[in-house]
């Protein structure tokens, strides 16, 4: 017999609750918080803010859209790190009051578990799309960490690399940011790539021999070559903004590419799945399922509306947490730093 969860996400600038059966998501609405675009970042302050006026709808309409009453939830799952405090905290506090008050059991979910198991989620559109089977390796790429991540079994996994400076998505935004493109980059960069030329341009390329990532050189040579043209071309990115997207991007995916492939090689491990928001990207599917093609791999990527952050994802491993018997206490608290293992 399946349970109902109910999930709750709060940990950036998304305010989302989802209801699940076990795996299958009944529900799962997102609310991104527009106020930021403007700073071209999130403003932690205006994210609590927003998060406050947002939880108690969006729960509501999870709940609607499902069809179900509270007293049908046998848990409530949240985020209880890593992000930001303040967001974490609206979260935590609305989910510690809804559990005491309705005595409903809860459970806390790292963010970076939701994100890894995501390709677990199920609904009416995707049910026949094969789960990853374990051990599998996942490449995490969301807007705050890049990790290559052997998953072994539910809640049981190991760390193969790391980045050891930006994260990729943090990439995208901050060479979006150059280029005065708007927040997140990483879309933008997407959309605009598609009518670029991925070899007009050259950065540098980062050397790592383990599994590590590293993007703060690239990040600089792009700033760099973009500074250099603009002395003698003040139009030089209106003129060249497809190219510079296509190139940047292209330079991105490779480096997570070829980290894969490694870790495939040194791992025998041909079951390969990619996460996060970054995971999205349109040139990284082609190139992983390129790659998947010639490698013999089984490629999985969850599709769009559980790569970026959402609820269902967090339910997911509510789930599984609740089938081991793990609940949280209400004395416990958010954490804005939190590690996977
Ligand atoms: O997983 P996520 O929603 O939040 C974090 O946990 O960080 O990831 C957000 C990141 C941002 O850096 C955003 O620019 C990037 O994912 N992103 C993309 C795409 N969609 C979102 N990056 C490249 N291509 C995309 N299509
Ligand atoms: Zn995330």
Redesign the pocket.
Known sequence: MSKYILAIESS?DDTSAAVLYGEKVLSNVVSSQAVHEKYGGVVPELASRAHEQNIIPVVDTALKNADISLDKIDAIAYTRGPGLLGSLLVGSSFVKGLSLSRNIPMIEVN?LHG?IFAHFLRDNENADMPQPKFPFLNLLI???HTQIIQVNDYLDFTILGGTIDDAA??A??KCAKVMDLGY????I??KIAKNGNINAFTFAKPKIDNLDFSFSGLKTSFLYLIRDHLKENPNFIEENTADLAASLQASIINILNDKLIKASKQTGIKNIAAS???S???YLKKVLTETAQKRQWNLHIPPLRYT??NAAMIGVVGYYKYLKNEFAGHTISPRARMKIL
């Open positions: 950036c963010h994100h969301s807007g705050g998505g943090e995208f935004d997140p980059g990483g879309p960069i997407d996060g928001g970054v999205a990207n349109s970026t952050d």
